[in-house]
């Protein structure tokens, strides 16, 4: 069963960036397609961007397109979450899973598992 360990998380002041890590043991990531998502006080857990099994695409949530980049580095068997122009409404606890139902909505948490523990971002203004 593959664990994921999501790290990078912290305090940042608006328009600041922060890269998070999403770090695999107990399997390969190179087989699976990656889901980040984030989830704030009080509101549901919404979906934030994808990427393919090769990296070659990625999906991502209007509220984050142009600003946020995810890749990965099958090495290293980690995935990443470069977000720049961090606005207050980004913090939440940011979330990595493993895709399992590739035919189900890729932007439902319910098409995802494996999920980590979370890493929290503050955006302060």
């Known amino acids: 069963q593959v664990q994921l360990v999501e790290s990078g998380g912290g305090l940042v002041q608006a328009g600041g960036s922060l890269r998070l890590s999403c770090a695999a043991s107990?399997?390969?990531?190179?087989?699976?397609?990656m889901g980040w998502f984030r989830q704030a006080p009080g509101k549901e857990r919404e979906f934030v961007a994808r990427i393919s099994r090769s990296g070659g695409a990625t999906y991502y949530a209007d509220f984050v397109r142009g600003r946020f980049t995810v890749s990965r580095d099958h090495a290293k068997n980690t995935v990443y979450l470069q977000m720049n122009s961090l606005k207050p409404e980004d913090t939440a606890v940011y979330y990595c899973?493993?895709?399992?139902?590739?035919?189900?909505?890729?932007?439902?948490?319910?098409?995802?598992?494996?999920w980590g523990r979370g890493t929290q971002v503050t955006v302060s203004s």
């Open positions: 899973a493993t895709v399992f139902n590739y035919a189900g909505d890729y932007k439902s948490s319910s098409s995802y598992e494996n």
């Open positions: 107990g399997g390969t990531l190179s087989n699976r397609a």
